[in-house]
């Protein structure tokens, strides 16, 4: 199988505390927003729970660029700017993107966005600039309770592969046929619909 | 990240969050801060870095902060300000603080701060400490001072290698302690239940295999109607109770004395006598071959004496599991299946989180946890270390040995601003303390206390609410600014840590240890304060403490250090054994862990008027009062929200989103509704720490009352209860 980078993220560890969604402003230098969020699943609100006091409920979602196999938004684009790399990646061209947002509604998780300044559609790039230093996505470096794994999915043998097998990691949407690169090993509860 | 220049890599440690002091890289970049991310440490479960630090280039080059020194123009409070040299601030602090001293005497003057270098400055004022501890930290360690003889006796009953549950009781780990969470995560993950107590379901709570909903502050009745079931199932670990606690020994039935040997032969010695149940005999308490009774009554020196442990069990038999479950609101079942399991799951590891001790009593939930503990064999006797490794935290005296401040509690320092007594403050010097956002009766404090005092200096990064109060404020530097020994001050945390001046001080702000020493010398408080941030760092290593032994700043700077072991084994008790009943606490009726209601509850007569329960909890989007004004938290968590439960919300035709009041006789505090099921009827809820600007009106402060409890006054100082206020909620328009 070709190299396919991408993520486990285990949700029974994720304590929803946002430490992603900073890092991520950080390293990307994000003034406003992040391109991965934590959704609360369960009650109205961030950090509520589902139910009726006490049987209660309450789940953490970080929701990124899922680095498709076969990225809706790159067929969206009418100019080419969104591409794949051979690493599995996928990037938007900021300097062939004229800011059209015509990928935005294309995405099935969402997690595209356009940005004023630059004029331009932003995401997760899965920090390709660490990457091709041999580090590590910087959310997967700051995540408090190690829930994020980081690797190449087209290996069998790499650990991420190994996590998705003996956790039975799902992708979000499948039914969208993306084909996602980003799995989450479900709570003890089950999984996230 | 974008800029040019070369970047370099700074070891340092994180100063936000209070009680963790994770270890991070800093980028440095032009002379910059530009990045943090987390260290490694030799024991890899220290590796950790949370939202708030990583917004450190935001609290650090924020817009707001503090440039130069202030002088007060116009009334307190009015907002008026001149800038002045820092020799004019010095100057003038130096004046006024003599002319004070002279006047009312050297411990009129006084200092509340988390800042340890003020110490020194106290010391040789020998002027007044008032202790943060007591700002709702201060229930837990009272209640473990009576129970282990130390202030913080989680060791004994967290530290397992491999526990079998883990109960949370009233505390959100996962938000707030994230190296207990490691534990508690990774106990988890290898089988252990997780457990969680708390009126609200919190974050935590949403990992857990069971949650227990509890009317708060009812935490000692929960646990006696379990100890009650481990004595009807003849569940108890008699072993441990025999052996460490001070179960066996007699109590005399006249005076709630335990029985000495001097008590029954004359001219005997002091030692507890226990009934030997071999020979039928009283008999001292390090007897060879005694079986010591743990039930019964004898008759000794003509008086009736029961072993403590009987006591223990009478009073437990009042819980029967209808009756603690009518008091806590936890259903009978669930309250005999925990207490089975804190036996057929050993070890059990027992967090017990510092909201749990913030209701007026809360050093009886503290003091009944561990009795559990111990009734059921769940304490870990070699844990222990911590306290030996916090010597260090109080290292700011360790060079003046000769003078010392005089501590006072924090609300009884309400009393000395107040009324004079026991002796009057009139100088307050804050630092790393915003106590006047952060304390409780806040309107108290605002309109009693700071028209009292005749001089107030702020020394802080911004203009908070204490710094608008003040007469000089004094621009610090944040901790990437200044060059400070990091003292390992998480329970579980062995390190010691370097904290390196990373970047130069921003504008003329100036770390608190330069103006202790600036003005020391000033003062000519002596050549001690001419000391440089490193040489006193270097004064403290080769002090010869064992806490210290090994340790140079050499080492240091290559990265974290383990302190050294400390041989401990046993209770600085009186008697050496952990004391589930305390002599010393008989003068409140509190010699055992009795549930007492909580003076502000749903069941006092006050709650006519004010229904609900008040809380003001913590949360991972700031720490107390720091950080709520970075932006990026937040655009995460924008404002302050008061939580409710929909049938609470319902019955007073509150909808979410609403704007509400939230008020009793100390005050009020309006702000938005949300209402959501993760907190219980009966309970609300605002996250502590907003700044008064952030309220429409009021703060969270101005609910709580600042009501000294005189038993934890007597064992070690009283807390403030800021989980135990009744209040009402009104649509705002309808109060």
Redesign the interface.
């Known amino acids: 199988m070709a190299k396919q980078y991408g993520l486990v993220i285990d949700l029974?560890?994720c304590?929803?505390?946002?430490?992603c969604?900073?890092?991520c402003?950080?390293?990307n230098?994000l003034e406003?927003?992040s391109w991965i969020t934590v959704q609360t699943i369960?009650?109205?609100?961030?950090?509520?729970?589902?139910?009726?006091?006490?049987q209660?409920?309450?789940?953490f979602l970080p929701v990124l660029c899922m680095h498709c196999d076969l990225p809706p938004c790159r067929d969206a684009c009418p100019l080419g700017a969104i591409f794949k790399r051979v690493d599995g990646i996928v990037l938007v061209d900021e300097e062939k993107c004229d800011g059209c947002q015509e990928c935005l509604p294309a995405c099935p998780y969402g997690v595209l966005s356009y940005d004023v300044e630059t004029n331009a559609v932003g995401k997760c790039t899965l920090c390709a600039h660490r990457v091709e230093k041999g580090l590590e996505p910087?959310c997967v470096?700051?995540c408090?309770?190690e829930a994020i794994c980081f690797g190449n999915l087209g290996d069998s043998g790499s650990s991420v592969s190994k996590v998705i097998a003996q956790r039975s990691a799902a992708t979000l949407k499948p039914e969208a046929g993306a084909k996602p690169a980003v799995y989450y090993c479900p709570t003890r509860q089950g999984r996230i619909q | 990240m974008s800029g040019s220049g070369e970047e370099k890599v700074v070891r340092t440690v994180c100063g936000i969050v209070d009680g963790v002091r994770c270890g991070i890289l800093a980028h440095v970049r032009n002379g910059a801060l530009v990045k943090v991310e987390p260290a490694d440490f030799p024991d890899p479960r220290f590796r950790h870095i949370c939202a708030r630090a990583l917004c450190s280039t935001q609290l650090v080059y924020h817009q707001d902060r503090l440039r130069y020194p202030l002088k007060r123009l116009g009334e307190r409070g009015e907002g008026r300000w001149q800038r002045i040299s820092w020799d004019e601030a010095l100057d003038t602090i130096a004046s006024k603080l003599t002319e004070i001293r002279a006047k009312y005497g050297h411990e009129s003057l006084a200092w509340a701060i988390e800042v340890m270098a003020y110490i020194r400055l106290a010391s040789a004022l020998e002027a007044t400490m008032i202790n943060p501890i007591g700002f709702g930290d201060a229930a837990g360690p009272c209640g473990d001072q009576i129970s282990y003889g130390t202030h913080y006796g989680d060791l004994y009953t967290i530290d397992f290698e491999s526990p079998g549950m883990c109960v949370m009781w009233g505390g959100n780990f996962a938000e707030t302690k994230p190296f207990c969470w490691r534990r508690i995560r990774e106990a988890k993950e290898r089988g252990a239940k997780l457990v969680a107590i708390d009126p609200r379901f919190t974050t935590s709570a949403s990992k857990a295999d069971e949650y227990l909903s509890i009317r708060p502050g009812t935490d000692p009745a929960l646990v006696l109607g379990m100890i009650n079931v481990i004595l009807e199932r003849e569940l108890v670990d008699e072993y441990f109770v025999t052996a460490h606690t001070v179960g066996p020994f007699l109590v005399r039935g006249d005076n709630g004395l335990f029985l000495r040997e001097s008590d029954i032969v004359p001219g005997g010695s002091n030692k507890y006598i226990i009934w030997d149940t071999q020979t039928n005999r009283p008999q001292a308490q390090d007897e060879e071959g005694a079986t010591p009774a743990l039930s019964g009554v004898y008759h000794l020196a003509g008086v009736e004496c029961r072993p403590a442990f009987q006591l223990l069990a009478d009073l437990a038999k009042q819980y029967p599991l209808e009756k603690a479950s009518e008091i806590t609101e936890v259903a009978p079942g669930t309250i005999e299946r925990l207490a089975v399991e804190h036996t057929t799951r050993k070890p059990v590891a027992s967090y017990r989180g510092m909201g749990l001790q913030r209701t007026f009593h809360g050093d009886l939930s503290y003091r009944a946890i561990a009795t559990l503990a111990a009734v059921t064999g769940n304490i870990n006797l070699e844990g222990y270390s911590e306290g030996y490794r916090r010597f260090l935290f109080n290292g700011g005296t360790i060079l003046f040995g000769d003078r010392f401040p005089s501590p006072m509690p924090l609300l009884q320092a309400y009393e000395a601003i107040a009324t004079g007594q026991p002796y009057p403050i009139k100088a307050l010097w804050l630092a790393g303390h915003n106590f006047m956002n952060q304390s409780p009766d806040n309107n108290k404090v605002l309109k009693e206390l700071v028209p009292r005092l005749e001089f107030i200096v702020v020394a802080d990064m911004f203009m908070t609410a204490s710094a608008q109060h003040a007469d000089v404020v004094l621009p610090t530097c944040s901790f990437f600014e200044h060059l400070d020994l990091v003292t390992p001050i998480d329970v579980l945390s062995p390190y010691m840590q370097l904290q390196p001046k990373v970047i130069e001080p921003l504008y003329e702000s100036k770390s608190d240890r330069d103006i202790v020493n600036e003005l020391g010398s000033r003062m000519g408080l002596g050549e001690e304060f001419g000391l440089s941030a490193e040489a006193y760092v270097e004064a403290i290593l080769s002090s010869g403490h064992p806490s210290v032994e090994g340790i140079t700043l050499d080492k240091l700077k290559e990265g974290p250090v383990e302190v050294p072991p400390y041989d401990f084994t046993g209770f600085r008790t009186p008697s050496g054994r952990m004391e589930f009943y305390s002599e010393g606490m008989r003068q409140f009726g509190q010699e055992l862990p009795v549930y007492l209601e909580p003076i502000e509850s749903a069941r006092q007569p006050l709650a006519k008027q004010y229904p609900l329960s008040y809380l003001s909890t913590h949360t991972k989007y700031g720490n107390h009062s720091l950080m709520a004004n970075v932006a990026w938290l937040r655009e995460l968590d924008a404002e302050p929200l008061l939580e409710m439960n929909p049938r609470d919300a319902e019955a007073r035709g509150i909808k979410d989103g609403d704007m509400v009041v939230a008020f009793n006789d100390r005050g009020r505090v309006k702000l938005k509704a949300k209402i959501h099921q993760g907190i219980r009827p009966g309970a609300v809820n605002i996250n502590e720490g907003w700044w008064h600007h952030h309220y429409a009106e009021g703060t969270h402060q101005a609910l709580t009352h600042a009501v000294i409890n005189p038993a934890q006054m007597a064992v070690f100082e009283p807390n403030s209860a800021m989980y135990d206020n009744l209040v009402e909620v009104k649509k705002a328009g309808e109060e």
Do not use: N
């Open positions: 029974e560890r304590i929803g505390c946002h430490t969604t900073v890092a402003k950080l390293e230098g406003a927003g369960g009650g109205p609100h961030q950090d509520t729970p589902g139910g009726k006091h006490p209660l409920s309450m789940h910087f470096t700051c408090e309770t």
